[in-house]
C-alpha cells in the first residue's frame, strides 16, 4: 500500500529557527535562534523526534503515513528517520492525532500523514505518506498540532490555522474546514500557541507578549477557563490570569504556567487533570495543589488518556489525572513524582503515553505502547520510564530499523464516523445494566430535513463518543447508551451548528430535533 512519489515538487528540502514544540498542549514558545534545539512531540499513537542535526525521526502507529513512510499499514517499534531527501534542517517538530508537523529553519512548515480535513495544509485532503510544504505560509516561528488541525506563529505575532474547525478551533470567526491556513481575528502580538482537544471537540490557546492569555473554540467542560461553557469562534481573553510564561492545551483541560513557578488549569477535571486535588469540571483556573518551581507543563488526553505532566527545575518529573499506564485503576488527583527520572530537559504528553528528554539525550517514555510508540521494541505498556531504542538526541547515533509490523487497529478518523479505541481504558466507569438511545432529526428553521448533517454524540461523564449522518429525512440514531447526560451537536456546510443537551436516564429512549440555521 502507499503512495510513490517521482520527485520532490512542494516538498519541503531547507530549513532554521529556535522552537519548543509538542503535541496535546506541551508548551509551544517562539524564538530567534539559528541553533537546532532537540525536542519531542507526541500524537495519538505515535512520537516524534528532532534531533540536534536537524534530522526527523519518529516511531508508533503508521496507519496514515504519520512516520513519513509507506505503505500505511503498518507499525515502527523503533526510531526510523523521516526522508532526510525531503526533510533536513528542521528546528521544530509538533504532532496531531494522526499527522505530524515541521517548521524549518527558512520558516516555512511541512506536513505529512492524516489529511481527512486538510490538516495538512496543501490545499487537498489526500493523505501525504512524505512531507509535504504547507501552502502560502512563510516567517512561521512555531507550530502546533491539533487532533485535525494545525496551527502556526509567524514572526509578526499573527497566528494562522487549518484544518477541521467543527468547534471553531481555527478562531476565524466561522465553522467552515480550511484545507490552506486562515488567519486568526483579531490576535497580535503572541509569543505562544497551543492546540488541544480530541474526538468531541477542540480548542486553542494563545500566549501574548504582556502575559496574557487569549482562547477559542469548543468549551463544553470550560476548557477556554472564561467562566462559561460557550463556545468562541474568535479569540477572548481569558480574565483574572496573567504574568503567564507558558501554556499547554489537553484533551478538554487547559494549564498555564505563571512567573512565579505555580501552574493553573481548567476544563474537565474527570480523571483529576487539573490537579487540585477534586473531580470536579472547572470553567475558571485553578491552582494545582502542592508544585512550585515548574519549568514546563504538559497537557494529555484527546480520546482517554486525560493527564497533565510537569517538569521542576531540578529536573524531575511530575504527573497527575487518568493513570493510562495500567500501575492502579484509581485516577490521581494530586501531582505524584515519576519515580527513576531525573536530569529530564523537555517534556511532551500524547493521548496515553508522556515522553521526556533527559540532559544526556536519551529519551524516555511510559503509557500505552500498543503501537511502538515507547520506542523500546516492543509493544508492552509500562507503567514505569522506558528507554527509547537506539536514539541520542545530541549524537549522530542511528538506530537499527525494524520490519514494519501491522498495527493495532484503529478506525479511520474520518469526519463521519469515531476511531475504535485501541485499548480499553483503566478505570472506565461502569455502564448501566439496562441501555438507552437518542434519535432524532436535523431540520432548518422551516422544518425541512437536513442530510448529511454530520453529528457528534459524547457523555459528559461516561465520556463515551460516537458519531453518525442523518439520512435523506434527517433522521439519526444513537444506541447502547448508558444513563448519562449527553451533549449532541449537528454541523453542515451552510449552516450554523445546531446543539442540544439530553439527560437520559438508565433503559430510556429519547426522541429530539436538532434545529440548524442557515448561514
Known amino acids: 500500500m502507499g503512495k510513490s512519489y517521482s520527485s520532490y515538487k512542494n516538498r519541503c528540502g531547507f530549513a532554521c529557527l529556535a522552537v519548543l514544540v509538542s503535541f496535546f498542549g506541551v508548551i509551544v514558545t517562539s524564538g530567534t535562534s539559528l541553533a537546532t534545539t532537540p525536542q519531542i512531540a507526541a500524537g495519538y499513537s505515535h512520537t516524534v523526534a528532532l534531533k540536534s542535526d536537524g534530522t526527523v525521526w519518529a516511531w508508533g502507529n503508521n496507519s496514515y503515513g504519520q512516520l513519513g513512510e509507506s505503505p500505511t499499514n503498518m507499525k515502527r517499534l523503533i526510531p526510523v528517520q523521516v526522508n532526510s531527501k525531503i526533510l533536513n534542517d528542521v528546528v521544530a517538530v509538533a504532532a496531531g492525532a494522526s499527522h505530524t508537523i515541521a517548521l524549518k529553519s527558512d520558516g516555512t512548515v511541512c506536513a505529512w500523514g492524516y489529511n481527512g480535513y486538510g490538516q495538512l495544509g496543501d490545499g487537498t485532503m489526500a493523505d501525504r505518506y512524505a512531507p509535504v510544504q504547507v501552502s502560502g505560509l512563510s516567517g512561521v516561528t512555531a507550530i502546533a498540532g491539533g487532533w485535525f488541525y494545525t496551527v502556526a506563529l509567524k514572526s509578526d505575532g499573527t497566528i494562522w490555522a487549518w484544518g477541521d474547525n467543527s468547534s471553531g478551533q481555527l478562531g476565524d470567526g466561522t465553522t467552515t474546514y480550511r484545507k490552506i491556513p486562515a488567519q486568526v481575528s483579531g490576535l497580535s502580538g503572541v509569543t505562544a500557541i497551543a492546540a488541544g482537544g480530541g474526538q468531541f471537540g477542540f480548542h486553542t490557546i494563545a500566549l501574548k507578549s504582556d502575559g496574557t492569555v487569549?482562547?477559542?473554540?469548543?468549551?463544553?467542560?470550560?476548557?477556554?477557563?472564561?467562566?462559561?461553557?460557550?463556545?468562541?469562534?474568535?479569540?477572548?481573553?481569558?480574565?483574572?490570569?496573567?504574568?503567564?510564561?507558558?501554556?499547554?492545551?489537553?484533551?478538554?483541560?487547559?494549564?498555564?504556567?505563571?512567573?512565579?513557578?505555580?501552574?493553573?488549569?481548567?476544563?474537565t477535571n474527570n480523571s483529576g487533570e487539573l490537579g487540585d486535588g477534586t473531580t470536579k469540571d472547572r470553567p475558571a483556573p485553578v491552582q494545582m495543589i502542592g508544585l512550585s518551581g515548574i519549568a514546563a507543563i504538559a497537557a494529555g488526553g484527546g480520546l482517554y488518556g486525560y493527564h497533565t505532566v510537569a517538569l521542576k527545575s531540578d529536573g524531575t518529573v511530575w504527573t497527575w489525572g487518568s493513570n493510562f499506564n495500567e500501575a492502579t485503576s484509581q485516577w490521581i488527583t494530586t501531582p505524584v513524582q515519576v519515580s527513576g527520572l531525573s536530569s529530564v530537559e523537555t517534556i511532551a504528553s500524547g493521548d496515553r503515553h508522556a515522553i521526556t528528554l533527559k540532559s544526556d539525550g536519551t529519551i524516555w517514555a511510559w503509557g500505552f505502547n500498543d503501537d511502538g510508540q515507547l520506542g523500546d521494541g516492543t509493544t508492552t505498556n509500562s507503567a514505569t520510564p522506558v528507554q527509547v531504542s537506539g536514539l541520542n538526541l545530541y549524537s549522530t547515533t542511528t538506530p537499527t530499523p525494524t520490519p514494519a509490523t501491522s498495527p493495532t487497529p484503529i478506525s479511520s478518523p474520518t469526519p463521519s464516523s469515531t476511531p475504535t479505541p485501541v485499548t480499553t481504558p483503566l478505570s472506565t466507569p461502569t455502564p448501566s445494566s439496562e441501555k438507552g438511545s437518542i434519535s432524532g432529526d436535523i431540520a432548518d428553521t422551516e422544518g425541512n430535513p437536513i442530510e448529511s448533517a454530520k453529528i457528534r454524540l459524547i457523555g459528559k461523564q461516561t465520556k463515551v463518543s460516537k458519531r453518525t449522518t442523518s439520512d435523506e429525512d434527517g433522521f439519526f440514531e444513537f444506541t447502547d447508551l448508558s444513563a448519562d447526560t449527553y451533549t449532541i451537536t449537528a454541523t453542515r456546510k451552510g449552516y450554523k451548528k445546531g446543539k442540544q443537551v439530553v439527560t437520559l436516564e438508565e433503559g430510556e429512549d429519547a426522541d429530539i430535533e436538532i434545529e440548524m440555521k442557515k448561514r
Open 214 to 267: 487569549w482562547v477559542w473554540g469548543w468549551n463544553y467542560y470550560g476548557q477556554l477557563g472564561d467562566g462559561t461553557t460557550t463556545d468562541r469562534y474568535t479569540p477572548v481573553q481569558l480574565s483574572g490570569l496573567s504574568g503567564i510564561t507558558a501554556i499547554a492545551a489537553g484533551g478538554y483541560h487547559t494549564a498555564a504556567l505563571k512567573s512565579d513557578g505555580t501552574a493553573w488549569a481548567w476544563g
